[in-house]
């Protein structure tokens, strides 16, 4: 939303009258900024240099979960990306159409966890070789990419795939699509396994999906 502040005229002869005006505004501006987005995880204290990666799994509340658990990530951020609809709902997304994948933006210190790491743990977290969706989330939303922002974090995806295929002994599905616009889900669908724990362990398990993850990569699971 754009944030505009409209033009005062003060004449000079009257400068504590600017100087108080002025404060204001910046407070306003402030207090609009501190005030946005309260509902999803924000963090402090953030080391000088931090990174952002972006993965579609399938269930993103289930993604934004397991990342969570990483030392070294900061925030995670569920969304939608990869498709056309600008600003898309949950509804709109689940439904299909909109072109857009269930996402998380992951945002991370380099010095403490690579790239490469992070595309690797993701991996493990779905079912790689699936082209129409994870467990028993199916279609277009829950198809599973890397979503990557140059040169070197495609050749690192297409390395970690490449592996995985290896592992597997089968063809992997999962896409390798260049960044694209990420939008934010809504308040509700932020940080929704801790919100929501019961729900989201019961949902998470109908699905099916740790058992899928131990059935495709062993006893270990999603902690090999």
């Known amino acids: 939303m ?18 108080a005006l002025t404060a204001g505004l910046s407070s306003t501006a402030i207090g609009f900024f501190a005030s946005a987005g309260t ?11 931090v990174a952002t990666a972006v993965f579609a799994g ?28 600008e600003d898309p709902s949950a509804r709109q997304v689940e439904r299909g159409g909109t072109g857009h994948y269930e996402a998380v933006k992951v945002t991370y210190n380099p010095s403490k966890v690579s790239y490469s790491d992070l595309a690797a743990y993701f991996v493990r977290q779905i079912d790689p070789t699936d082209a129409g969706g994870q467990f028993c989330d199916q279609g277009e939303a829950h198809r599973s990419a890397i979503f990557v922002s140059g040169q070197g974090e495609r050749d690192t ?14 063809d992997v ?4 699509l ?47």
């Open 58 to 85: 399938g269930c993103m509340s289930c993604i934004e979960a397991e990342f969570d658990k990483v030392p070294g990530v900061i925030e995670t951020l569920a969304g939608y990306t990869g498709g056309t609809a």
């Open 157 to 170: 995806a297409e390395k970690v795939l490449t592996t995985a295929g290896r592992t597997l002994g089968q």
């Open 173 to 176: 599905a999962t896409e390798i």
């Open 178 to 224: 260049p960044t694209a616009t990420f939008w934010p889900a809504e308040a509700s669908r932020q940080d929704y396994a801790r919100r929501y724990a019961e729900k989201y362990e019961a949902t998470r398990e109908a699905c099916g999906r740790d058992a899928g993850l131990k059935a495709l990569w062993g006893p270990a699971g999603t902690n090999s």
């Open 39 to 49: 509902d999803t995880p924000r963090f402090e204290n953030a080391p000088a240099r």
């Open 2 to 19: 754009p944030f505009r502040i409209a033009s005062i005229c003060v004449s000079l002869k009257h400068p504590a009258l600017v100087i």
